[in-house]
């Protein structure tokens, strides 16, 4: 079932029309997870194209978190296909993705909190032995992330939940991913700092960076996308452009109180 039909999609904007043009570059076609028994995902097919930011919307539970970890080789993936630049990438280890470009912040941020700010970044860029361009990056997110400049000798673990959120994005960034996957980057945050967080996805989306964002806050994170997923018990039951799901009243109904 979609909300984007054909007519929907030729009233999308130029630069929408633009990201729409652009090359797949990661699809998921099928995809099913299981562990412990239980099937938490149950044949999902979606795809991010070069330059969009898309969103997957789903309540607590619908099995977001562990399509994500499927991706990027944190979990098992059981049946399906998920293929990263053309190429299959199932079973494939998250160290050896995050060399190809497939970057993932996890919820709970997972920063070094014994390491500075500085080293947190560093580390971000293990994989690159390209000095001059890794100081660039460093520069340009300090210039994203004022605070983290700010705070750059600062021991991690000492800092706020959103400052870590946002070391954690720098850390990714640091990697120069091709996609960048962000799960659940407002979870347990202030409303203030959830508006400074949503504010840097945008910024980052800007830059040219593809984005693909799990996220319980649905009606932010259909303002910022240019595509949805809505995902439900294990199964994508809705998709199209995100301003279009966002007036759907299936999705006003279940997700944004109305």
């Given at each position: 079932?979609?909300?984007?039909?054909?007519s929907e999609q030729a009233t999308m904007d130029g630069a929408?029309?633009?990201?729409?043009?652009?090359?797949?570059?990661?699809?998921?076609?099928?995809?099913?997870?299981g562990y412990g028994g239980i099937q938490a995902v149950k044949g999902v097919d979606f795809e991010v194209r070069e330059g969009e930011l898309v969103s997957l919307i789903g309540s607590n539970g619908a099995g977001?978190?562990?399509?994500?970890?499927?991706?990027?080789?944190?979990?098992p993936a059981g049946a399906?296909?998920?293929?990263?630049?053309g190429r299959s990438i199932k079973g494939r280890g998250a160290w050896d993705l995050v060399e190809e470009g497939l970057v993932m912040v996890p919820e709970g941020r997972g920063v070094f909190t014994r390491m500075t700010?500085?080293?947190?970044?560093?580390?971000?860029?293990?994989?690159?032995?390209?000095?001059?361009?890794?100081?660039?990056?460093?520069?340009?997110?300090?210039?994203?992330?004022?605070?983290?400049?700010?705070?750059?000798?600062?021991l991690a673990g000492t800092?706020?939940?959103?400052?870590?959120?946002?070391?954690?994005?720098?850390?990714?960034?640091?990697?120069?991913?091709?996609?960048?996957?962000?799960?659940?980057?407002t979870m347990g945050l202030s409303p203030i700092m959830c508006d400074k967080i949503f504010?840097?996805?945008?910024?980052?989306?800007?830059?040219?960076?593809?984005?693909?964002?799990?996220?319980?806050?649905?009606?932010?994170a259909l303002q910022l996308a240019d595509r949805g997923y809505v995902m439900e018990?294990?199964?994508?039951?809705?998709?199209?452009?995100?301003?279009?799901?966002?007036?759907d009243p299936r999705v006003r109904a279940a997700y944004l109180g109305e």
């Open positions: 079932m979609t909300t984007a039909t054909m929408a029309q633009a990201k729409a043009a652009g090359k797949t570059l990661l699809k998921v076609n099928g995809l099913k997870v977001k978190t562990t399509t994500m970890k499927a991706i990027t080789g944190t979990l399906g296909h998920i293929e990263f630049l700010i500085t080293e947190n970044l560093q580390i971000g860029a293990y994989i690159r032995k390209d000095k001059a361009e890794i100081a660039k990056d460093m520069e340009r997110v300090f210039v994203t992330f004022p605070r983290l400049r700010e705070r750059k000798d600062q800092m706020s939940g959103g400052e870590q959120q946002m070391l954690a994005m720098g850390r990714a960034l640091m990697a120069r991913p091709k996609v960048l996957l962000l799960d659940e980057p504010e840097v996805v945008q910024t980052v989306a800007s830059q040219g960076v593809t984005i693909l964002l799990v996220e319980q806050n649905a009606n932010r018990s294990g199964l994508i039951t809705m998709n199209g452009d995100a301003k279009e799901l966002l007036r």
